[in-house]
């Protein structure tokens, strides 16, 4: 009985050994899984192209003072190419300021190839969409 356990051990190490050495045919999901980028995107970005394969990540760090009333607000995206992931989020700042200016976060998977005008505003939220006081938009490209 010991035999067996020690062979089944042995044939798994090596099973495992040859897997993670790349000799071993990996599913299509897993090698897509190695390839897929977070792209990070900030204010200088306004007004680009940007490329991106289905299934890569895309975060927009925008800066913005949220003690002012104002934050960026979504106004338009192809959501069969784009999903928003959860809400938008603050960054933590080391020694945050009253009142100062930190950044607000945004998480986008690509979903599907095409191409989507990717636009925010910001504005107070409870205020009209025309009422924006910066607008901030890049053109996103995907493809397989």
């Not at 009985?1 to 190490?13: L, N, W």
Request: net charge neutral; proline share 4%; hydrophobic share 35%.
């Amino acid at each position: 009985m010991r035999h067996g356990v020690a062979m089944h051990c042995c044939s798994a190490s090596v099973f495992l050994a040859f897997f993670q050495s790349g000799n071993a045919d990996t599913p299509e999901s897993m090698r897509h899984q190695n390839s897929v980028k977070t792209q990070s995107v900030t204010n200088r970005d306004h007004g680009t192209e940007l490329h991106f394969r289905v299934g890569d990540g895309l975060t927009l760090r925008l800066e913005a003072s949220p003690g002012t009333g104002y934050s960026w607000q979504v106004s338009g995206y192809d959501a069969s190419m784009l999903t928003q992931i959860g809400n938008s989020a603050y960054e933590e700042l080391r020694s945050p300021v009253l009142g100062g200016a930190t950044h607000e976060l945004f998480h986008f998977s690509i979903k599907s190839p095409g191409v989507s005008r990717l636009e925010l505003e910001y504005r107070r939220p409870w205020e009209k969409p025309n009422r924006a006081t910066k607008a901030f938009s890049i053109t996103v490209i995907a493809q397989e």
